[in-house]
């Protein structure tokens, strides 16, 4: 029996995301190959080689030196980002699948020459946006040629991006890519969670559609074979926000099987931090809560709620809700089996069952 395909979380590499993988669990790990984005910021007051030699180890003590995982630098501009495939190169510890673009940002001939492209393999991020161009199949083409890599030596990530609705294109895409040979892996990425939560009413709960979910069960229960990704409980347009002082809310994202809820509270400063704790209360006494024993990061949400002492900070309720949608979605990928072939839409309402069983979790 072929080995499942990994699920591809895109996690920014910044204090909550490294928390929340930090804290999975070994079996938990071997399910998933995250795609770390390192962030300008950590690039902004040290010299490049030092800056990518600190990062190269905090993946390595956080995420473990032998798990696989992607690392792309796309968020630092071109010329930052080539500079960091070749000194990566010298961290030969870590198990990284490097990722490049459509145009790369380093020359293919340098690029393909790399040890660790050589030893872990490379992965092509493109757009749908490029996809819809004329022209990016030759593009494409060309640049294995340039690669003088086979499409089985490639990992090819198909960023779908924000999505507004429900994608139904997945096939069409699939069939595309495919025509031109049988990849190592290809991965469908999207992400729908908004951007913040200023749109949302203040002090209630509401609930959203993973819309990128959605349109993955579709594809695959149509037969569709390819890996899911997505940006987890963040916007899929990095913003930098940390240190701006921002008066953001206190508020909780959890993930229940199709849809986020989420307890929107009101700004830090006119209600205060005790209100995360609060929130937790009212979560651990709820249907939608998992128990304290599914992931690290309902551990934390049930420790929290148990105790009045400590508000903890965003990085730690961030954290605790990257992880907990991390375990969640690895339980789902484990259970696509069970997914009814009629989707039920009412999983992605609001007047939804208090507790829906595992094998009907993703509509």
């Not at 590499?13 to 300008?40: C, M």
């Not at 902004?44 to 956080?62: C, G, I, W």
């Not at 779908?160 to 699939?174: I, T, W």
């Amino acid at each position: 029996m072929s080995k499942p395909l990994p699920y591809v979380p895109v996690l920014r590499w910044k204090g909550a995301e490294i928390s929340a993988v930090r804290d999975l669990t070994n079996a938990q790990r071997a399910q998933i190959k995250p795609l770390f984005e390192f962030v300008p910021k950590a690039f902004s007051k040290l010299p490049v080689e030092r800056a990518v030699a600190l990062k190269a180890r905090e993946v390595a003590t956080n995420w473990g030196w032998d798990q696989p995982c992607f690392i792309d630098p796309n968020l630092l501009g071109s010329s930052v980002a080539a500079a960091v495939y070749a000194l990566l190169d010298k961290e030969e510890y870590l198990t990284a699948t490097l990722v490049t673009g459509l145009q790369p940002r380093l020359h293919p001939h340098l690029l393909r020459d790399l040890k660790s492209v050589k030893k872990h393999g490379l992965a092509i991020r493109v757009s749908v946006h490029e996809f819809r161009q004329a022209g990016w199949r030759k593009a494409l083409v060309d640049l294995l040629a340039d690669l003088q890599f086979q499409p089985t030596e490639i990992d090819l990530v198909i960023d779908y991006g924000l999505l507004a609705s429900v994608p139904d294109g997945f096939e069409l895409v699939m069939n595309a890519v495919m025509a031109l040979g049988a990849w190592r892996m290809v991965v469908l990425l999207a992400g729908s969670f908004p951007s913040d939560l200023s749109k949302l009413r203040k002090n209630d709960e509401h609930v959203l559609p993973r819309l990128e979910w959605k349109g993955y069960v579709g594809f695959v229960q149509q037969g569709g074979k390819a890996a899911f990704g997505d940006y987890t409980i963040q916007h899929a347009v990095f913003e930098e926000h940390e240190g701006r002082g921002m008066n953001f809310s206190a508020s909780i994202r959890y993930t229940h099987y199709g849809s986020w809820f989420i307890m929107r509270g009101e700004s830090i400063q006119a209600a205060g931090a005790e209100q995360w704790p609060a929130h937790a209360q009212l979560l651990c006494e709820k249907g939608e809560f998992r128990g304290k024993d599914f992931s690290a990061g309902d551990a934390y949400i049930s420790t929290m709620a148990a105790q009045q002492e400590n508000n903890g900070t965003a990085k730690d309720w961030l954290s605790a809700g990257i992880n907990h949608h991390i375990v969640v979605t690895v339980d789902q990928l484990n259970h696509l089996a069970d997914i009814p072939a009629t989707p039920i839409e009412k999983h992605f309402s609001a007047d939804w069952p208090a507790r829906i069983p595992t094998q009907v979790s993703v509509n």
